[in-house]
């Protein structure tokens, strides 16, 4: 599974208080190809950080300290964070995001301290400059902290609405405040009970139609006013941030879930065509919206009839699953009355969904609830509309689940809650195959996981004789037999893998296994054990930066990864005998 940092939600009662609070004490906010060979131990990360963005971007003099968010490329776990001409406390989530404590007294006054990243030796490296505003506390102009959503595809609408609104959060708005886009107005309103930190504004379809940027101001007329520092709107060409891909029973479709700007503001699935010759993926036309934020999985049903997308949020009323038919001739979506909310009933941060083999039932992590749980739901055969019948308790963040290939067993594979490390966790269940309800075996340990920031990925092979679960904070894969009576797993040990494991895959004959490395920005490649089902290292491949899933064909020729920094797919060929993995090309989502 992809990684699960926290994501943005659509405006609500309670995101209008958590903006208000970001606003006042400026608190961060939510949430060319290698393809060289080798046997030996995963190559390190490329030299060379660099910064893309910062969150927030500003703050007003005198507020108090608040956590940065930094996002960009090449950081490693020794990676540290310069604010002002000081080295800050640092702490790395991935190869593209790090988190800095930023003290009060580095915001006392108005300036604008200039923020880097430097790596360690060897390699090492420091990147270019992003500047942090801090602006006088006495000052009456405006001051933006972010944007939402901050970016959009060329031609899209605005997540969760009809009519294109922006919401600006910030402060010292009034009620004459307008919001500039690429120094026109437009028209404005602010929030009567946000007490001037929050403004919508309306965004017309023209604005947004062309690829591009634009610059977003805030200009309060008057005695005392004037323009606010500026935050860029991005229009882009495809979707932004991929975190998993998907590729249809038949093997003629593949999509690809993203979830959007800054860690989720607007979900998109892009869609392909595959050639069954080459594997190359042909782009069937501009990505389809979620409706929602934060889409961390893409689902195709056994019967290759509709596609399911798993939406996360961090409130108990966020989770949400996208559903969609699929054209069987040209592999279009259409969105269809048949997703399901968190709202009723009630689960957060939906994570992950698979789809009985008979096509009846689906189940999806509820990654957030409390306590954590399974949420069962029947599968409508002509629409693929979700009816929810009940829950099942799980351990840990679950993150992952799978529908054992017979029908009879679910496996949820769960990391650790939010600023934790520790063993992860395989929920293991029986399937009433009358009725699609669940019944607990038990749970059996995992490796070490890091947080839920890392999840964890579980597989089971096509012969459903034995499971696999990556390990982010051990940095190794989980082996276990299946017991075809029972269900139960049974360990048969770890292999390495790279550095943060995060997503693993079987190819359809059973004789390969695959595991993306978001830490070593590589691929783990393996043979199994037919008998036992042991995993053996072949070597890795090094892949291109933010790797987040793995998927393989049905045909066993051709492998697919995301890459969620370069908003792109990786195409590999399988060499049938041996296994291994050679770059065929790329593609944008």
Not at 137 to 152: H, Q, Y
Not at 257 to 285: E, F, K
Request: glycine share 12%; charged share 5%.
């Amino acid at each position: 599974m992809p990684n699960s940092s926290m994501k943005g939600k659509p405006f609500s009662g309670a995101i209008c208080a958590l903006l208000l609070f970001l606003a006042v004490s400026v608190l961060a906010c939510c949430g060319g190809s290698g393809s060289s060979q080798s046997g030996g131990n995963p190559p390190p990360p490329p030299t060379g950080p660099t910064i893309t963005a910062i969150s927030p971007s500003s703050a007003l003099a005198g507020s108090a300290a608040f956590t940065l968010t930094i996002t960009g490329t090449n950081f490693v776990l020794g990676s540290m964070v310069n604010f002002g001409g000081s080295m800050v406390a640092t702490s790395f989530v991935n190869s593209m995001q790090l988190t800095a404590a930023i003290p009060a007294s580095s915001i006392a006054s108005a300036g604008a301290p200039a923020v880097t990243v430097t790596n360690p030796a060897p390699g090492g490296g420091t990147t270019n400059v992003v500047n942090f505003t801090v602006i006088s506390s006495t000052s009456t102009v405006p001051l933006i902290n972010f944007l939402f959503p901050s970016c959009v595809p060329a031609g899209e609408q605005f997540i969760n609405s009809t009519n294109n609104q922006l919401t600006v959060s910030g402060v010292n708005f009034v009620a004459s405040s307008v919001v500039q886009w690429n120094g026109s107005n437009r028209p404005t309103t602010v929030d009567p009970n946000s007490g001037g930190t929050i403004l919508t504004a309306q965004i017309s379809a023209s604005d947004i139609a062309t690829a591009g940027t634009a610059t977003v101001t805030v200009f309060n007329p008057g005695t005392g006013g004037g323009s606010s520092n500026s935050l860029t709107f991005t229009i882009t060409t495809g979707a932004v941030d991929p975190q998993a891909i998907s590729v249809d029973p038949a093997g003629k479709f593949a999509y690809v879930a993203s979830a959007g700007c800054n860690g989720g503001t607007g979900g998109n699935v892009s869609m392909y065509t595959i050639d069954p010759t080459t594997g190359v993926l042909t782009s069937i036309g501009p990505p389809a919206s979620t409706n929602d934020i934060a889409t961390d999985s893409v689902t195709i049903d056994p019967l290759g009839k509709f596609a399911y997308v798993a939406n996360e949020g961090f409130y108990a009323t966020d989770g949400s699953v996208s559903a969609y038919s699929i054209d069987p001739t040209t592999g279009a979506l259409t969105s269809t009355s048949g997703g399901i909310n968190g709202n009723s009933p009630q689960f957060c941060c939906f994570t992950a969904v698979a789809v009985h083999p008979s096509d009846k039932f689906a189940y999806v992590t509820n990654g957030d609830s409390f306590p954590r749980s399974v949420s069962m739901y029947t599968v409508n055969a002509a629409n693929g509309a979700l009816t929810y019948f009940g829950t099942i308790a799980a351990e840990g963040f679950p993150s992952s689940v799978v529908v054992h290939p017979s029908g009879q067993f679910v496996y949820v594979a769960a990391g650790t809650d939010s600023g934790t490390t520790g063993l992860g966790s395989v929920s293991m269940y029986s399937i009433n195959t009358t009725t699609g309800a669940l019944t607990s075996l038990g749970s059996i340990a995992t490796g070490t996981m890091i947080a839920e920031s890392s999840s964890s990925s579980i597989v089971v092979d096509p012969t459903g004789a034995f499971a696999y679960v990556t390990n982010s904070g051990s940095n190794d894969i989980s082996m276990y037999t299946v017991n075809a009576s029972t269900g139960v797993l049974t360990s048969i040990g770890t292999i390495a893998a790279g550095v943060q494991p995060i997503s693993v895959a079987v190819e359809p004959s059973g004789k390969f296994a695959y595991v993306v490395n978001a830490g070593s920005i590589d691929i783990s490649m393996y043979t199994i054990n037919a008998t036992t089902g042991a995993l053996t290292s072949i070597g890795t491949i090094i892949t291109e930066h933010s790797p987040t899933s793995i998927a393989v064909h049905p045909s066993g020729k051709f492998a697919y990864v995301t890459h969620s920094t370069l908003n792109e797919v990786s195409i590999y060929s399988i060499d049938g005998t041996t296994g291994a993995l050679t770059l065929v090309g790329t593609i944008g989502t």
